[in-house]
């Protein structure tokens, strides 16, 4: 079992950043790919990017690639999620998601990720 809590959402004007934190309990959070998912009111909730269990593969969704940077520290299991250039549609609730899987297509699926935050708010005004 993992339970995963997401911090760092806010409140950013156009062009700011934010660091998002997802902090995982139990012992196997090195054992699983983290996933950050977003979802936008009225919208269904999109892949954003995946971290692989060692850290050394990821996959972006085109939509963040080169503003996003996804990253972890297995020491503290915990998983980060940078966001720079920030722009008014990346608002919405941040996700952070584990599962097996691999850092492919098959890893931009909700249904690879057995366990789920609870999300938090990233809102970026014009």
């Known amino acids: 079992q993992v339970q995963l809590v997401e911090s760092g959402g806010g409140l950013v004007q156009a062009g700011g950043s934010l660091r998002l934190s997802c902090a995982a309990s139990g012992r196997t959070f090195s054992t699983y790919a983290m996933g950050w998912f977003r ?6 909730r999109e892949f954003v990017v995946v971290i692989s269990w060692s850290g050394s593969n990821t996959y972006y969704a085109d939509a963040v690639k ?11 299991n915990t998983v980060y999620l940078q ?30 990720y057995n366990y789920w935050g609870q999300g938090t708010q990233v809102t970026v005004s014009s």
Do not use: W
């Open 39 to 44: 979802q936008a009111p009225g919208k269904e």
């Open 66 to 76: 080169g503003r996003f940077t996804i990253s972890r520290d297995n020491a503290k």
């Open 83 to 112: 966001m720079n250039s920030l722009k008014p549609e990346d608002t919405a609730v941040y996700y952070c998601a584990a599962g097996r899987t691999g850092s492919g297509y098959y890893a931009s699926l909700r249904s690879s």
